[in-house]
């Protein structure tokens, strides 16, 4: 779905050192998202994307940057890792939004253990 | 976006079809109800929306009833990978809101 990939695909690092992880797609989809998923929390929302540099916050933000340089890149940056950030880490993109191309399609994830 | 409430488990036998129900009865004239699932371990995988007609794709149909509080999500022959939990979103399709995805339905087909 919407050719999305996700690198690396497990990591583990430890306290205080960065991390990055990127997601691309070839949809050349508007919107994409970064969102965190742990027992007992369901998906939660990190940042997204609605443009070419023009990001936002989401409900867990804190510890996280990203950045939007082409439509079809989308990084997220631990700039310095805390175990609590032990998650797995999906990306999702939306083609625009309106009716049918308001859909939301998931990269295969990143799992990061941060010892 | 309104409340859904799903079963948080089923059993289907390999072949059947699977019908998952999903009550959204404070849903707004401009919210569509969408369907994803999630295989272990793997992204949640979209599977069908819509609004007020019932719809079918490759992979599923959607029954919503005519006041729209509920619906069902059909597997017309479930499989052995079909097992995952089920989640049932219902939202406003404009801006760049997050998806919520609640308890869902855990569905294990059985051989």
């Known amino acids: 779905d919407a050719g999305i990939t996700q690198s690396p695909r497990h990591k583990v690092t430890e306290t205080g050192t960065p991390v990055t992880l990127r997601c691309h797609q070839t949809?050349?989809?508007?919107?994409m998202y970064w969102y965190r998923q742990d027992p007992g929390h369901g998906l939660r929302l990190i940042h997204y994307?609605?443009?070419?540099?023009?990001?936002d916050k989401g409900e867990v933000s804190d510890g996280y940057s990203v950045s939007r340089s082409k439509t079809e890149d989308f990084l997220l940056t631990l700039e310095s890792a805390t175990s609590s950030q032990t998650s797995v880490y999906f990306c999702?993109?939306?083609?625009?939004?309106?009716?049918?191309?308001?859909?939301?399609?998931f990269g295969p994830g990143t799992r990061l253990t941060v010892l | 976006d309104a409340k859904t409430t799903q079963p948080p488990s089923m059993d289907c036998a390999e072949g059947r079809a699977a019908n998952l129900p999903c009550n959204h009865s404070?849903?707004?004239?401009?919210?569509?109800v969408y369907w994803y699932r999630q295989i272990h371990s793997q992204g949640p995988q979209y599977i069908i929306h819509?609004?007020?007609n019932n719809e079918t794709n490759e992979m599923a149909s959607l029954i919503i009833t005519e006041d729209r509080k509920s619906s069902t999500l059909i597997l017309p022959h479930a499989t052995l990978r079909d097992t995952a939990v089920y989640y049932c979103?219902?939202?406003?399709?404009?801006?760049?809101?997050?998806?919520?995805f609640g308890q869902g339905t855990r569905l294990t087909i059985n051989p």
């Open positions: 999702a993109t939306k083609k625009s939004e309106g009716g049918e191309t308001d859909t939301q399609y």
């Open positions: 949809e050349n989809h508007r919107y």
């Open positions: 994307s609605y443009g070419v540099k023009d990001t």
């Open positions: 404070t849903i707004s004239g401009n919210e569509y």
């Open positions: 819509g609004l007020k």
């Open positions: 979103i219902v939202r406003v399709a404009q801006g760049a809101q997050k998806l919520v």
